[in-house]
């Protein structure tokens, strides 16, 4: 099976104006709580350097509060429309699919101010999003470029205990979405074949295009000054958890590993510091204080240090100051964090399931860990805190491994993939592109 990777040959048509659909978060929430996460944060920086190189682009998103104004400035060049569709708060992401008509009318009704032609292609995030844009192409007659993020079927095969499947009705809206895009972008290879496997995707219209990270913001830096901003002790030994607190991304198998840690090495104790950075998401919202007597179920009180969602300054120096950032998810079709921890010189001990099997280079940035249980996560937490030469190798690694991914990348792929499709579409029936 060849999967098509994102074309950077020079193609004739760049597209002026994108319509960007993210309806259910809204890129200018704090990533980390709430339904805002990595998807924010692609969108965001895709965004910003797309109209850096000339493409203008309007991002749809549902208002979550009244006091929101109708369109706000990102950057010049970058807009974001807040669409009034349904309750501003109290709607769960389950809730949603109920006013996808009234955003897409929305939606349809700012196309329709402008002369015919204002957007040039239709780029949706997330299933709800591609709903919207699968009937905004046919109306305006333009592609639809659709970015899944995580997929039903891979996140049901690959549940944590006691979470919820997803319902019925986003399985059957993923193959209507993916059905009708022009292009379909994976995140990873692993997602790529999923498309293909699970959804009967045309292989010709899956582009695997891997998100990036901002190296500017995370870059190596002083792990003392950052630990002296935290309130930790130099000689500590850090374990860092960030992101939604919910049985997707597994925090509590942290918690258990640490405390199977302590269990092995006792004396660590008066050194150990696990720091939980995120807010309930999702199924997590359910029992938003399960984390908290987790610790202190498992002793770990004195140990564990639960930290609110932060901005990207803070959240760096989180990473600098840590000894090993710690991704148990179930499912990932990317991870950003382990991406963003590696980039600032600290070693991940991740998952081995979907996109983390490209993030993380396995021996060589960090360590890659089959299944969920602590015991395994304990054993290669261990494995690196006890020898601060394996660290150090592993830190210099994660900093090369790091440099290979950047926005600026993943926007210049993206936009081939754009290029390529709009060529595509303006070929009459049957047509043969010839090279420019």
Same mark, same amino acid.
């Given at each position: 099976?060849?999967?098509?990777?994102?074309?950077?040959?020079?193609?004739?048509?760049?597209?002026?104006?994108?319509?960007?659909?993210?309806?259910?978060?809204?890129?200018?929430?704090?990533?980390?709580?709430?339904?805002?996460?990595?998807?924010?944060?692609?969108?965001?920086?895709?965004?910003?350097?797309?109209?850096?190189?000339?493409?203008?682009?309007?991002?749809?998103?549902?208002?979550?509060?009244?006091?929101?104004?109708?369109?706000?400035?990102?950057?010049?060049?970058?807009?974001?429309?807040?669409?009034?569709?349904?309750?501003?708060?109290?709607?769960?992401?389950?809730?949603?699919?109920? !006013?996808?008509?009234?955003?897409?009318?929305?939606?349809?009704?700012?196309?329709?101010?402008?002369?015919?032609?204002?957007?040039?292609?239709?780029?949706? /995030?997330?299933?709800?999003?591609? !709903?919207?844009?699968?009937?905004?192409?046919?109306?305006?007659?333009?592609?639809?470029?659709?970015?899944?993020?995580?997929?039903?079927?891979?996140?049901?095969?690959?549940?944590?205990?006691?979470?919820?499947?997803?319902?019925?009705?986003?399985?059957?809206?993923?193959?209507?979405?993916?059905?009708?895009?022009? %292009?379909?972008?994976?995140?990873?290879?692993?997602?790529?074949?999923?498309?293909?496997?699970?959804?009967?995707?045309?292989?010709?219209?899956?582009?695997?295009?891997?998100?990036?990270?901002?190296?500017?913001?995370?870059?190596?830096?002083?792990?003392?000054?950052?630990?002296?901003?935290?309130?930790?002790?130099?000689?500590?030994?850090?374990?860092?958890?960030?992101?939604?607190? @919910?049985?997707?991304?597994?925090?509590?198998?942290?918690?258990?590993?640490?405390?199977?840690?302590?269990?092995? @090495?006792?004396?660590? %104790?008066?050194?150990?510091?696990?720091?939980?950075?995120?807010?309930?998401?999702?199924?997590?919202?359910? /029992?938003?204080?399960?984390?908290?007597?987790?610790?202190?179920?498992?002793?770990?009180?004195?140990?564990?240090?639960?930290?609110?969602?932060?901005?990207?300054? %803070?959240?760096?120096?989180?990473?600098?100051?840590?000894?090993?950032?710690?991704?148990?998810?179930?499912?990932?079709?990317?991870?950003?964090?382990?991406?963003?921890?590696?980039?600032?010189?600290?070693?991940?001990?991740?998952?081995?399931?979907?996109?983390?099997?490209?993030?993380?280079?396995?021996?060589?940035?960090?360590?890659?860990?089959?299944?969920?249980?602590?015991?395994?996560?304990?054993?290669?937490?261990?494995?690196?805190?006890?020898?601060?030469?394996?660290? !150090?190798?592993?830190?210099?690694?994660?900093?090369? /491994?790091?440099? @290979?991914?950047?926005? @600026?990348?993943?926007?210049?792929?993206?936009?081939?993939?754009?290029?390529?499709?709009?060529?595509?579409?303006?070929?009459?029936?049957?047509?043969?592109?010839?090279?420019?």
């Amino acid at each position: 099976m060849a999967v098509r990777a994102a074309r950077r040959l020079p193609l004739p048509s760049l597209p002026r104006r994108i319509a960007t659909l993210s309806v259910h978060t809204s890129p200018l929430d704090q990533p980390g709580t709430g339904d805002a996460g990595g998807m924010n944060v692609y969108v965001v920086e895709v965004s910003k350097r797309l109209a850096r190189m000339g493409v203008e682009v309007e991002i749809f998103t549902r208002a979550t509060s009244s006091d929101l104004p109708p369109v706000v400035e990102l950057i010049p060049g970058v807009t974001v429309r807040h669409v009034t569709a349904g309750p501003y708060e109290g709607l769960a992401k389950n809730d949603l699919p109920a !006013q996808l008509c009234a955003f897409t009318s929305a939606v349809l009704r700012a196309e329709a101010l402008h002369e015919p032609g204002w957007y040039d292609l239709i780029s949706s /995030h997330y299933w709800l999003s591609g !709903q919207v844009g699968w009937l905004a192409k046919d109306r305006w007659g333009v592609p639809l470029v659709h970015t899944a993020h995580t997929l039903a079927k891979v996140k049901n095969s690959l549940l944590a205990e006691g979470d919820a499947p997803e319902p019925l009705a986003r399985l059957i809206g993923e193959e209507q979405v993916v059905a009708e895009a022009d %292009r379909l972008v994976a995140n990873s290879a692993g997602e790529a074949r999923a498309l293909i496997e699970l959804y009967d995707a045309q292989v010709d219209r899956v582009v695997t295009v891997a998100p990036g990270v901002d190296l500017e913001q995370f870059r190596p830096g002083e792990a003392s000054s950052a630990r002296t901003r935290l309130g930790i002790a130099p000689d500590a030994v850090v374990l860092s958890f960030v992101g939604r607190i @919910q049985p997707l991304k597994a925090p509590d198998v942290l918690l258990r590993a640490a405390a199977a840690l302590l269990e092995r @090495q006792p004396a660590l %104790r008066n050194r150990l510091v696990v720091l939980v950075c995120g807010g309930p998401s999702g199924s997590g919202l359910d /029992h938003p204080e399960h984390l908290s007597k987790l610790a202190c179920s498992l002793g770990l009180a004195d140990v564990v240090r639960f930290i609110p969602p932060v901005d990207a300054d %803070r959240l760096a120096g989180i990473y600098r100051a840590s000894d090993l950032v710690v991704v148990p998810s179930y499912n990932e079709s990317f991870g950003l964090v382990a991406l963003e921890a590696q980039a600032c010189g600290t070693p991940v001990v991740a998952a081995a399931v979907g996109g983390l099997q490209t993030t993380v280079s396995d021996g060589a940035s960090g360590l890659l860990v089959a299944g969920h249980d602590p015991a395994d996560y304990a054993a290669a937490i261990e494995r690196i805190v006890s020898a601060p030469a394996l660290r !150090q190798t592993l830190s210099l690694g994660a900093v090369e /491994h790091a440099a @290979q991914f950047s926005w @600026q990348r993943t926007a210049e792929h993206l936009l081939a993939t754009y290029r390529d499709v709009l060529a595509e579409m303006a070929l009459p029936a049957g047509g043969i592109a010839c090279a420019q």
